[in-house]
């Protein structure tokens, strides 16, 4: 996980507290957002399909994303792990 808030809130951990043992939480390091893959695909995302256009509509900003999914989806890139979870220092 990376560190947003969402993940150490007060209700995150009331709600952790009633399922003990059944999720280990590993935490990206504070500046590691690079380490984060939807946070590596949406700054991407916003580098390539969003920075400096100029749309006249609504639809046509869908078309855009929508293209460049597309686009994304034709040639899948499978992560390829190199880390088992037992040889990570938590």
């Given amino acids: ?10 209700k995150t951990r009331e709600y952790l507290a009633t399922r003990p043992g059944r999720f280990l939480f590993v935490f990206t390091p504070k500046h590691g ?9 949406f700054g991407k995302f916003a580098r390539v399909c ?6 006249q ?9 929508y293209q460049y999914m597309d686009e994304v989806n034709a040639a ?15």
């Avoid at 996980?1 to 809130?9: A, E, I, K």
Wanted: hydrophobic share 40%; no cysteine; glycine share 2%.
């Fill in 1 to 10: 996980l990376d560190n947003h808030t969402v993940h150490t809130s007060k």
């Fill in 57 to 65: 509509t609504k639809q046509e900003l869908v078309d855009r994303i």
């Fill in 76 to 90: 899948p890139v499978v992560p390829r792990w190199k880390y088992k979870m037992d040889e990570i220092s938590v």
């Fill in 50 to 55: 969003l920075r400096g256009i100029r749309v």
């Fill in 33 to 41: 957002s690079w380490l984060n893959m939807i946070e590596a695909f």
